[in-house]
């Protein structure tokens, strides 16, 4: 008989490799390896156990600690007499790691249905102030004909032979017993011998409904409002899914928002701007009347207290701000030209601070 390969060898490790290390070299060769991976293929079985048996061994202190000093693990240093019982954790590390769970945990007969999910788009009027809609949502519901079953009206489902109802198999891969889902009846531990017409075995069928979804004030693009139990059916009796609504707001012609805050740009006359003026601004309830005092300038910014959105948890309510720019006028009439030249000729820089302060800089830089 062979001598057996050293562990570390076998698992590509060093002695003094941490446990992460090892764990995750082992992962890696067991699902290169496995059996199911490489069906009919002898050597890959080997392997298989030898990678199994080196890291039962390597995971475990007490026959790590025989294995480092006498070369071998069991009693009275004769081979590897205990291996099978600890290789039930490492044989959960494999399926849970890569296959997605243990065997034998595949949920039979009922089964939860399925979210949904629904983008709603609403006019940013309507996210401010609420608003019901009427949506229609296709679906799998349970099939009316069958009641779920999927079995034809006076028949029933009919324990599978292959599994004898439980959904698993076993077999053997050397010295391994391995459970996987019951090809004939797919997991479900029942097979449908006569189905159901109107939905064809399945249990559900193809629907519409039309539901009436409430959006509260406040609501803005990504809310998410979960409607329960409005998802697809539930499979032989099991619940249904949520339906998930995903609020989408339109972009507005004169606002735009942050957080519970709307702003606008108002534009207005340079004679506005210079002598002041009471305007009048929109906000998203109708219009409201702004004081612009004398010699503002473009880009200040006014608040509007109250004017802006309502909180979606009941926080009070957000601001308008109001950002002017002033608008220099374009076409000027004769006369509009002439009265403006006079008022050039009257300028002293006295009205024009920032002017003023601007060539004054310039002035100190070049001296």
Known sequence: MSPKRDYYEILGVSPDAPPEEIKKAYRKLAQTHHPDKNPGDTSAEERFKEIGEAYAVRSDAEKREQYNRFGTVGRGGEGFGDFDQGFGSIFDDIFEGFFGGRPGRTTRGAH?????????????????????????????????????????????????????????????????????????????????????????????????????????????????????????????????????????????????????????????????????????????????????????????????????????????????????????PTHLTAKQRDLLEQYAKLENGEGSPLVQGFWDKVKTLFE
């Open 112 to 328: 939860r249905g399925a979210d949904l999910r629904y983008n709603l788009e609403i006019r940013f009027e309507e996210a401010a102030v609420g608003v019901e809609k009427e949506i229609v949502i296709p679906r799998l519901e349970t099939c009316a004909t069958c009641r779920g079953s999927g079995a034809k009206p006076g028949s029933q489902p009919v324990v599978c032979k292959t599994c004898r109802g439980t959904g698993q198999v076993r077999f053997s891969q050397g010295f391994l017993t391995v459970s996987q889902t019951c090809s004939r009846c797919r997991g479900e531990g029942r097979i449908v011998e006569h189905p159901c017409a109107a939905c064809r075995g399945l249990g559900q069928t193809k629907s519409e409904r039309t539901l009436t979804v409430k959006v509260p004030a406040g609501v803005e693009t990504g809310t998410r409002l979960k409607l329960a139990g409005e998802g697809e059916a539930g499979v032989r009796g099991g619940p249904p899914g949520d339906l998930y609504v995903v609020i989408v707001v339109k972009e507005h012609a004169l606002f735009t928002r942050q957080g519970d805050d709307i702003h606008c740009e108002v534009p207005i006359s340079f004679t506005q701007a210079a002598l002041g003026a009471q305007i009048e601004i929109p906000t998203i309830a109708g219009k409201t009347t702004l004081k612009v005092p004398p010699g503002t300038q473009s880009g200040a910014e006014f608040r509007v207290r109250g004017k802006g959105f309502p909180n979606l948890r009941g926080y009070g309510r957000g601001d308008l701000l109001a950002r002017i720019f002033v608008e220099v």
